[in-house]
């Protein structure tokens, strides 16, 4: 059997022993509403290269995986879903992940084995912790966040403060509109991801855009639409093109701002 579809089961509660079927390639089970546990073999199907868990609203686990030919992996709108699943070996064939609508609060370290992922979306989260492990994932090029209540980094350490001095990350482009983004928030992220291009804060809270921007040498496009709070300019990425910064209503003058320019 290689395909195995369970989408909109109302009665189905879990899904069973999956271990003798190692030639299944499709495994879905969205929208079932009253699904709340998943067998650990669901986790270590060699051959599996889609599975979706899209809508499972009661599944508050999932088991960890080490899913060789994974592709797809769907767990949006699993809104009780507390922990992404911990990444057992390394898996190269997952390209994009969206978490749309869960309860995630941060990523396990583990995530980082998911070696080729290329862009990660984060919509419709509560708070979220960004992990430091996304520093040492050289594929990842893009996140796209709508974190409603704020993104947080992880508590100040010696092995934190090592990697994020020492590492930053690939990301060219950085969308993180309506993310709640507080002063003490943009600053980290310039130094996490100083290598973007193209970086999208519109409708954030921040009232200063600091000095450090100046070391994103490579910023082509900046956005701060709608950033109501904003109130001074500090500094401009030396190869910038594009400001949007349409409704900015606190910036009241922009003088040292065009000083920097010209």
Partial sequence: MKILNFDDADFLTEIPDASSLLNLEFLSFERCKNLTTIHESVGLLEKLKVLSAQGCRKLRRFPPVKLISLEELNLSFCTNLESFPEILGTMKNMKNLVLEETSLKELPTSFQNLT?????????CGVFKLPSCILKMPKLVEIIGWVSEGWQFPKSD??????SSM??????SLRLAFCNLSDEFVPITLTWFVNVKELYLAHNNFTILPECIKD?????ELCVD???YLQEVRGIAPNLKIL???GCKSWTSTEMFMNQVF
């Fill in 167 to 172: 590492v930053s990350s690939n990301v060219e």
């Fill in 244 to 246: 949007y910064a349409r």
């Fill in 216 to 220: 994103c040498h490579l910023l082509r």
């Fill in 158 to 163: 010696e092995a934190e403060d090592k990697v």
């Fill in 116 to 124: 080729h992922v290329e862009t990660l979306q984060l919509r419709c």
């Fill in 226 to 228: 709608e950033c109501h």
